[in-house]
Structures are given as structure tokens and as C-alpha cells.
């Protein structure tokens, strides 16, 4: 069974523009969730997908928008780039649903650079 | 969401059975208690989880107290390959929002 696969997973980008990562999730898994892991913050949960619907919000500025399609695939968007977006983005997907619980399993990352 | 603390950091010798300590005081009954390790610019690995009583998979064994206040990771036999930052998380069932402390930095020694 193939893992969470995220797509690019290095990339380089200037302040002031946009970037979108792409995270395909194990197949069968409905809910998708986005992380931020800087060095000064640690890992930090960006929101959470689950059947197209945007289920659960971190707290983070507009910039940062997301979404998921029918066949469970997610993108995420950050727009007008800051220095201070630059992190390794990392994705989740999980069944998700509610009978008992459910682990959550991590692709390898995006590592985003803003120069 | 229920906070955790964790020790920084703990070594452990090869082949030595790492136990990692976790403290939960603040857990609510629905709330599972969750294990992650991240090996360096990895991203995170599900190690195991419990809500109340002890589990044990092929990785690691996770001893709950009673109380369900504090929680034990327990890696059997350590290998160089399990050095890494640990992990525990309270996580509300049926969420999967995770909430990530600072972790315990495992050093694994020959």
C-alpha cells in the first residue's frame, strides 16, 4: 500500500509570491491534515480535510488556504510568500472517521525556502 | 486540547529497553493518548496510542496509569535507529487535529 506522497518536496520561492503543495493520501483515507515544523515553533497543525469540507482551523493568517478534491487529494496554498514561511510542510491523512480512533500517517514533506 | 510534558531529552544504551515518560494531568475521558517519534527532516511516524488500558504492538508497549494522568512509551530492546524526538500527544477522539509539544530527543548509544 503506498504512503502519503507530497509533491514538490523541495522549493525555492520569492517573498511576494505564491506557492501550492500538493499531498496525495493513502488510498481509502478521507481526511487530510497540513502541519508547519519550523525550528522556533515546532510542529504546528495548519487545518484538517475530511470529504471536501474544511473541518478543524490552526490558528494562521489568511495566507494560508487549502483544499481537498473528491478523490481525497489535497493543495494547499500560501500566498504573498514571507521570509518567515519558510518550514517544512507536512502532510497527514487518516481515515477519519468516528468508531473508535484513528492514527494519523505523515508524508515526507515539502520544504519550502523564501528568499 | 490537553497539554503534555515530556523530559527534553534521555539517552539510553543499545539494546536496553527506553522508557519514556509522559504527563497528561489535564486529560479528559474521551481524549486517546498518542506516541510519535520523527527521526531527522522525516516526517513523524505513528509509534502506538491507548485511551485507557495498556497496549503493545510490534514496535513499542504503552503503559497507562490508572489515573490516565501520566503515561509510559516503552521501547524494549533500543537500536541506534530509534534516536529521535518523541512525541505524546491527547488527542479528542474522533479529531485529528494533533497537537505537537517540544518532545523528548532520544539518544540511542552503542
Known amino acids: 500500500k503506498a504512503g502519503v506522497t507530497q509533491t514538490p518536496r523541495y522549493l525555492i520561492k520569492t517573498r511576494g509570491q505564491q506557492v501550492t503543495l500538493s499531498c496525495s493520501p493513502i488510498s481509502g483515507h478521507r481526511s487530510v491534515s497540513w502541519y508547519q515544523q519550523t525550528p522556533g515553533q515546532g510542529l504546528q497543525f495548519l487545518f484538517e480535510y475530511f470529504s471536501e469540507t474544511q473541518r478543524n482551523k490552526g490558528n494562521f493568517p489568511g495566507r494560508f488556504s487549502g483544499r481537498q478534491f473528491s478523490n481525497s487529494r489535497s493543495e494547499m496554498n500560501v500566498s504573498t510568500l514571507e521570509l518567515g514561511d519558510s518550514a517544512l510542510y507536512l502532510c497527514?491523512?487518516?481515515?477519519?472517521?468516528?468508531?473508535?480512533?484513528?492514527?494519523?500517517?505523515f508524508g515526507q514533506g515539502t520544504r519550502l525556502t523564501v528568499v | 486540547d490537553a497539554k503534555t510534558t515530556q523530559p527534553p531529552s534521555m539517552d539510553c544504551a543499545e539494546g536496553r529497553a527506553a522508557n519514556l515518560p509522559c504527563n497528561h494531568s489535564t486529560i479528559s475521558g474521551n481524549e486517546y493518548v498518542y506516541w510519535y517519534r520523527q527521526i531527522h527532516s522525516q516526517g513523524p511516524q505513528y509509534i502506538i496510542h491507548g485511551l485507557k488500558n495498556n497496549e503493545t504492538n510490534e514496535m513499542a508497549s504503552l503503559i497507562i496509569t490508572e489515573d490516565r494522568k501520566s503515561s509510559t512509551l516503552i521501547l524494549p530492546h533500543a537500536t541506534l535507529r530509534d534516536t529521535a524526538v518523541y512525541y505524546c500527544?491527547?488527542?479528542?477522539?474522533?479529531?485529528?487535529?494533533?497537537?505537537f509539544g517540544t518532545g523528548t530527543r532520544l539518544l540511542v548509544s552503542p
Open positions: 497527514a491523512s487518516s481515515q477519519g472517521q468516528g468508531a473508535g480512533d484513528t492514527e494519523a500517517f
Open positions: 500527544i491527547v488527542k479528542h477522539t474522533g479529531f485529528q487535529k494533533l497537537v
